[in-house]
């Protein structure tokens, strides 16, 4: 079996008990870090009436951050097929084959 570690983490100054695998630690009280950070700032810069509203900002930071290197992701992939396929033509070309 498994060991399994009891941690606590505080986010917007609530705390949340966790029960994980002791791989993940680092990473969730990283992420939680840069949750309150974020939370943080946006208290200080917008008028925001409750930490719910904070949360749902951060979520979508994180959420948008994700799906911008998703997209990124995915045209650097495109160019690079149409480089090989630049370099496989004249690979093809050079060789006289098709």
Known sequence: MEEKLKIKLSIADRVYPLTIDPRQEEGLRKAAKNIDNLAKKFEQNYAVRDKQDVLAMCALQFASKIEQ????????????KERLRALEGSVHAHLGTE
């Open 69 to 80: 290197s998703g997209i990124n992701e995915s045209e650097s992939i495109k160019e690079a």
